[in-house]
């Protein structure tokens, strides 16, 4: 018995990360490959970044449109701005962004990444994406993209 619970002690303390405030946390340069589809508001990608963490993203696959009877599909940089003029104004998350580009945000705002693209995080907490598109105007979207991480 105290073998035992001296091994699952060891076992929990190697398992745990410690976070010291002021100190960089080491990053490890993995990489996941993530589905975000073009019918749902912010989606967890099932990981989560440290403020300070480098995250680099980038399209490997798929394609989405704003709308399958009326506009083309795209990638992660979403519409050229001449296409995104012909797009009803009123449903962008993001003004200064064009319609189906990727935004992602840890925690509150949000950042538009495009196809390819890395970035420090400011915050810690887990890291969603979306298309720039509202909830209320998804009906009529289709596809999804495929991203891969590294965090």
Known sequence: MVMRRTWAVAALACAMTVTIP????????????VVITSRRGWQDTGIYVFGGDLVR?????GSWT??????PWVGASGY????DSHIY???KIRDDSPYARLLSRVKS???ALGAR????ATTSGRLLMRINDQDRCLGDNAGAL??????
Do not use: E, K, L, Y
């Open 57 to 61: 993203v980038q399209q490997v696959g």
């Open 22 to 33: 002021g100190v960089a946390q080491a990053t490890s340069r993995r990489s996941q490959d």
């Open 80 to 83: 050229d701005w001449d296409t």
């Open 66 to 71: 704003v709308d399958h009877n009326s506009f």
């Open 146 to 151: 495929v991203i891969r991480i590294w965090h």
């Open 117 to 120: 693209r890395s970035w420090r």
């Open 109 to 111: 705002g949000s950042r």
């Open 89 to 91: 104004q009123g449903c």
